[in-house]
């Protein structure tokens, strides 16, 4: 059964700071990989999606990167800024493109200190 | 706009009483999901429906029914049979028919026990 891995739990930095949030898999033939925001007593909003085939996927100052063999993605945030903070999540599919649900990691819980 | 809409926001359980949370989407989706959240463990699936009249079991079905008589309506059942209902439920929907396709999230409905 897949397993998604966050590292770390909860990370503080400064505001203007590049900074990474790591997700780990134990299956390495997912599909995809969706990455989320979180914010406090919200729904989850997708903020990137890489396919299989992808090594990357921008948007804005986010880039996502995805190495299946390794069964690790990466969520590069730069120029970090106050409204950025928020906790962050990635989600494997259970099987295919995800008709059956996704697996979540417990997320990084990001704060940006003005 | 489309998107997905949960209610109620906030929902309060009495011993030995039924609930159910609502879920309603115009994304035009095939595929509809619920999740429960708790503080620390992340998103669990609930169940799952790929198609009106069929829907499946996730990792965590007892204690919860669901129906999926129209496309756009996903409602989840929280039955007395479950013993520890307080969490926070977000429901979720998506093309998946389509190829790598996100899924979308609702705003979440909060359910405690009175």
């Known amino acids: 059964k897949q397993e998604v891995t966050q590292i770390p739990a909860a990370l503080s930095v400064p505001e203007g700071e590049n900074l990474v949030l790591n997700c780990s898999f134990t299956?390495?033939?997912?599909?995809?990989l969706q990455w989320f925001r979180q914010d406090p007593g919200k729904g989850l909003t997708s903020l990137l999606l890489?396919?299989?085939?992808?090594r990357e996927q921008t948007s804005g100052r986010l880039n996502a990167s995805l190495d299946k063999s390794s069964g690790r993605s990466t969520l590069y945030i730069a120029a970090s800024q106050p409204g950025d903070s928020a906790t962050y999540l990635c989600?494997?599919?259970?099987?295919?493109?995800?008709?059956?649900?996704?697996?979540f990691g417990k997320g990084t819980h990001l704060i940006i200190q003005p | 706009d489309g998107g997905i809409t949960q209610s109620p926001k906030y929902l309060f359980r009495k011993e030995g009483q039924n609930v159910t949370l609502s879920c309603e989407q115009n994304?035009?989706?095939?595929?509809m999901y619920w999740y429960r959240q708790d503080p620390g463990q992340g998103l669990r699936l609930i169940y799952y429906?790929?198609?009106?009249?069929d829907f499946q079991k996730g990792d965590i079905a007892e204690g919860y029914s669901v129906s999926r008589e129209k496309k756009e309506s996903f409602p989840l059942t929280v039955t007395s049979a479950q013993k520890n209902p307080t969490a926070f439920y977000l429901c979720?929907?998506?093309?998946w028919g389509s190829g790598n396709q996100p899924q979308h999230f609702g705003d979440g409905t909060r359910l405690s026990i009175l």
């Open positions: 979720a929907s998506s093309n």
């Open positions: 299956d390495s033939a997912i599909y995809n």
């Open positions: 890489i396919q299989s085939s992808q």
């Open positions: 989600a494997v599919p259970n099987s295919g493109g995800g008709a059956d649900g996704l697996t």
């Open positions: 994304l035009n989706h095939d595929a």
């Open positions: 429906s790929q198609i009106v009249n």
